[in-house]
């Protein structure tokens, strides 16, 4: 019995020196692999990129196609040729300043400018500012070089006047075959760098001389990734592109992972950052669009991945140095300690099985958590999707009805007219021609109040006439009430009332308070609906609507202005309109509440903050 007690003590003392040593083996095998790890951390991490970076492009591409042919379509108009021949005549020249102006807001452009053959601006949309371009000549920029010999100009500079970065687009104005001008239109590029600046990587837009003119980083403006020749320097001061005394070089040291994808280091004032970076080339335009992925997290990744491999090692050879040992002290406890022993080895097998079970348990729960997040989200997109789709086809179909009682007015119109001539009555003829054209004019009022309640607003908000939002929103509403047969009590102020707010938005907030108001009095015969306007002082300004319907439950005016909350029966309502009427009254910094009335039925009440009415109504924030 001590032979075999000794034995086992042997046999425990070689395999522990073979555990350690094979540990150290792994070890070092594991700090030799840590260079290929990081290899495929890095190629994932920029593997997964390769979809932002296709967006960014798409992105910058859909500005450039958006914008190209607007010069020469602006360029057609035979005013500008007017101006271009009497370019004294100061009270053209502000009208077309004018329409420039509203011609650039309507496009979402920076500036949209006029410039005689010598270059000099000769009318400009930023006529108002304090840097504006008229006055200004601009022969020296490559875009009217190109324009004024007949062709596209095209160039991406910093703006000498108004020092924003843009990209120009140019095209001659002509008259009988010959070039008497040009007009050119910029847009800045400050709103894909903000989108961009809120992602995780880094994304910067070099031209073909390796300057780096957009970027999510400010302070990488006019760097540049390689030194320039004398040659280009020359170019860019003739043409004043660049300020020169910010072309200052990047210092990078790029690797390739794969055919896409590379690995950069660039050290800027004495700091030091690793990307994983790819890139596609614009070709129209000579932009090279790259994605910068920090390195930093696919490294930490690749070394923790390895040291999770060495703790594993150790763990596993822990547990064999640990068998080893219960090994020895069952042969040294002799026989009847045996059978204790591996009723212990076999709770530890069934509480490492429980474990790994539990693991496993776990990640089926994180997934299955996941993909009902996924679902989630993507149902609720759907949702929106479909009452903005259910809130297009009411609408259409009412204007339709709308629409369908003056055409059909029309065509009798027409064929008695017909009759009338054919008959040789002009007389009454020419009555029913008059009648065709009041139901046009009809058509069109229709046709118009709808274009403008679609028209997509704007996003600043200043003053707004009260009045003319409820009269739009009452004109959109009139076929429902017309079907519905309700009757709206509406007595409007005597005098304008101005608030701070947007025409559409506002107009859209009464539109669904009114389609509510209908929608809990459904089934009465002539459901009432009242509309009131109150300016309590000078600074708020009240609009209630107010219906005859069974109130709102404690439980419903709790959650009411909830996503997704709705009282109605399913199919006849997403819960979404009230929840967006509030966040537009919030971002108009005013208030919308409701109430039951004491009556019956419920109150809505939009709270908005008063405003000074405007030098021309026609500046009203929309």
């Known amino acids: 019995m001590m032979a075999e007690v000794s034995s086992g003590r042997r046999f425990l003392k070689s395999d522990s020196g073979r555990l350690a040593l094979g540990l150290l083996v792994v070890i070092a095998l594991g700090l030799a692999a840590l260079p290929t790890v990081e290899r495929l951390f890095l190629v994932r991490a920029g593997e997964q990129s390769l ?12 500005a450039l196609q958006r914008f190209e042919p607007l010069p020469g379509l602006i360029g057609e108009r035979p005013v500008l040729a007017r101006l271009l021949a ?23 452009a920076s500036d949209v400018y ?45 703006g000498t006047a108004s020092l924003e970065r843009g990209y120009f687009y140019s095209a001659p104005v002509w008259q009988d075959e010959t070039v008497i001008g040009v007009l050119t239109l910029k847009f800045t590029v400050d709103a894909f760098e903000d989108a961009w600046r809120g992602g995780l990587n880094d994304i910067i837009v070099s031209d073909l001389n390796d300057i780096v003119f957009m970027s999510s980083r400010e302070s990488w403006h006019f760097r540049t990734l390689s030194d320039l020749s004398p040659a280009v320097l020359a170019e860019v001061a003739d043409t004043q592109q660049y300020p020169l005394e910010e072309l200052t070089p990047l210092t990078t040291m790029r690797e390739p992972l794969t055919d896409a994808l590379s690995f950069l280091r660039v050290q800027d004032e004495g700091r030091s950052e690793d990307f994983v970076t790819a890139s596609t080339l614009i070709e129209d335009v000579g932009w090279r669009v790259a994605i910068l992925v ?11 991945a390895l040291m999770v491999f060495v703790l594993f090692v150790l763990f596993v050879g822990l547990a064999l ?15 009847a300690q045996r059978a204790a022993q591996d009723m212990l080895e076999r709770r530890v097998d069934e509480r490492t099985a429980d474990l790994n079970a539990a693991n496993a348990n776990l990640r089926v729960e994180v997934e299955e958590r996941r993909t009902a997040e996924q679902r989630l989200r993507k149902t609720q997109h759907e949702l929106v999707q479909a009452g903005k789709l259910a809130a297009l086809g009411q609408m259409s179909a009412a204007l339709s009805h709308e629409i369908n009682q003056p055409l059909t007015a029309v065509k009798t119109y027409a064929d008695n007219a017909m009759t009338f001539l054919d008959r040789d009555r002009p007389s009454d003829a020419r009555e029913n021609v008059s009648r065709i054209s009041k139901m046009a004019d009809r058509m069109a009022a229709i046709s118009g109040h709808l274009r403008n309640f679609a028209r997509r607003p704007q996003e600043d908000v200043g003053p707004v006439n009260v009045l003319h939002a409820i009269d739009d929103a009452m004109a959109l509403m009139e076929a429902r009430f017309k079907k519905t047969g309700a ?4 007595q409007p102020p005597e005098r304008p009332i101005w608030v701070m707010g947007g025409q559409l938005r506002l107009q859209q907030v009464i539109i ?75 971002d108009f910094g005013g208030r919308l509440r409701a109430r039951n009335r004491k009556k019956g039925g419920a109150e809505f009440s939009i709270e908005l903050l008063a405003a000074e009415a405007p030098s021309s109504a026609g500046m009203a924030a929309e």
């Open 51 to 62: 979809a932002t970076l296709r967006l960014s492009v798409e992105g910058l591409r859909g």
């Open 86 to 108: 009497e370019p004294e005549n100061g009270g053209l020249q502000n009208e077309i300043n004018e329409e420039l102006r509203i011609t650039a807001e309507a496009l979402g």
């Open 114 to 158: 006029l410039l005689d053959t010598d270059g000099l601006t000769i009318a400009s949309s930023n006529y108002l500012k304090e840097r504006s371009f008229l006055g200004r000549s601009y022969e020296f920029r490559p875009y009217f070089t190109q324009a004024v010999v007949g062709g596209l100009g095209r160039y991406f500079a910093l």
């Open 294 to 304: 920090p390195a930093g997290p696919a490294k930490a990744q690749a070394l923790t």
């Open 321 to 335: 140095m640990s068998l080893l040992q219960r090994r020895a002290r069952i042969m040294e406890r002799m026989e």
């Open 487 to 490: 009757e709206v009590a509406y």
């Open 512 to 586: 669904n308070l009114l389609n509510n108001g209908l929608d809990s009095m459904e089934g009465m015969p002539t459901p009432p609906l009242e509309l009131a306007v109150e300016a309590d002082d000078e600074q708020r300004v009240l609009i209630h609507v107010r219906d005859r319907g069974e109130g709102l439950e404690d439980e419903a005016l709790a959650q009411l202005f909830d996503p997704f909350f709705t009282t109605k029966s399913p199919g006849k309502g997403l819960g979404l309109g009230l929840s967006i009427s509030y966040n537009i009254v919030e």
